[in-house]
């Protein structure tokens, strides 16, 4: 299959078979990560990261990746660019999307939910650049989505639990005084649906994710022979769960009731914390977490530092997956 400058801005634009593409490549990169046959790949080529927002993970691991398959990685901050950012008048996205275009080898982009000013808006950003180039637009998480964690997430799951078709997920809301953005959550729902997994999403009341995304699982879940459900009941939530996802999300309200209502809106839900005592009730599930990670608040250290944790694999699977798309859209 040539998927060489195909844009990765979600799963939901690649086919099935193109994710197992580079989930089984991902696999063979991490077991021979210094091999010949992968170190010059991208020999000469080079990466624009264009970060709106600050990273850990996604900048290290993007530069580390490229590096080690023989390419070179810029940092790029839209804020000391000419580049148009909001309301600041700046060049437009089809002119620095043209030049980008003659200059390298591929475009990652980071704009998350506090960079733009409504909903949809980051993603939007990214489609305007794919429209204005040859090469391969990645999405190092936007405000809608986050694709590459999503396959790292998948990745760490099927390292312990084989084919994950029929297995429970329990994705839950968690407590936390920080807000946090709904990319990494939609895009697990949407490629663990794919995946025939059995998915409950459970939440308070007034925390709903996009609607289309809902919708999308569901469509997924019943084209894989999976399920997908949503609960306002933790304690259901936990029984029988293979894998379990505790995190944060801002409710809709956010942009228009402000940071700091939105906020306060999230103490009365203080017991929606993933415990010891809730993973009793799983089958010895794995926790799983996109990280940064708010213990003591979204889940307790004895459950983030237990043997059942896989929060570090799947962070050193960003790099392999992140590899494995590069691979894919960048060599030829």
């Known amino acids: 299959m040539d998927l060489y400058g195909k844009d990765m801005i979600t799963i ?23 091999s010949p046959k992968y170190t010059n790949l991208l020999n000469g080529k080079t990466f624009l ?24 990685s810029q940092f790029l901050e839209p804020s000391k660019m000419r580049v148009k950012l909001l309301e ?16 390298a080898h591929g475009i990652g982009i980071r704009i998350l939910e506090d960079a733009v000013e409504k909903y949809g808006d980051g993603d939007l950003l990214l489609r305007e650049y794919a429209k204005y180039t040859d090469i391969p637009i990645i999405n190092m998480a936007d405000d809608v989505y ?34 946090r953005s709904w990319c990494s959550i939609q895009s ?18 007034g925390f709903d994710l ?3 995304i809902i919708t999308t699982c569901k469509d997924y879940a019943s084209e894989s022979e999976g399920s997908f459900e949503i609960t306002h009941n933790l304690k259901e939530a936990f029984k029988g769960a293979d894998v379990v996802y505790s995190r944060n999300w801002m409710s809709s309200r956010r942009y228009k009731i402000g940071d700091e209502v939105e906020k306060a809106s999230y103490e009365k839900y203080r017991d929606w914390r993933c415990t ?7 089958n010895d599930a794995y926790f799983i977490h996109p990280m940064p990670v708010d213990r003591g608040n979204e889940v307790d250290d004895e459950v983030v530092d237990s043997p059942r944790s896989i929060i570090y694999d799947i962070a050193e699977n960003r790099l392999h997956v992140q590899k494995a798309i590069m691979i894919l859209t960048m060599s030829k």
Not at 88 to 103: F, H, L, P, Q, W
């Open 49 to 72: 990261m264009v970060f709106y927002n600050p990273s850990l993970r996604t900048r290290i691991s993007f530069e580390v990746a490229m590096t080690e398959l023989g390419g070179h």
């Open 146 to 179: 986050h694709p590459c964690q999503a396959l790292a997430d998948t990745m760490g799951v099927t390292e312990q639990l084989g084919d994950v078709k029929g297995k429970k997920l329990t994705m839950m809301w968690g407590y936390s005084p920080k807000m």
């Open 188 to 205: 697990n729902l949407l490629i663990s649906s794919r995946f025939g997994m059995n998915v409950t999403l459970a939440h308070p009341e």
């Open 276 to 282: 010891k005592e809730f993973m009793k009730l799983t």
């Open 210 to 212: 996009d609607p289309n």
């Open 88 to 103: 600041v008048e700046g060049e437009t996205v089809k002119d620095s999307a043209s030049v980008m275009n003659r200059y």
């Open 12 to 34: 939901c634009d690649w086919k099935k078979d193109e994710l197992d593409k580079v989930l089984n490549l991902a696999k063979d990169v991490k077991k021979n990560r210094f």
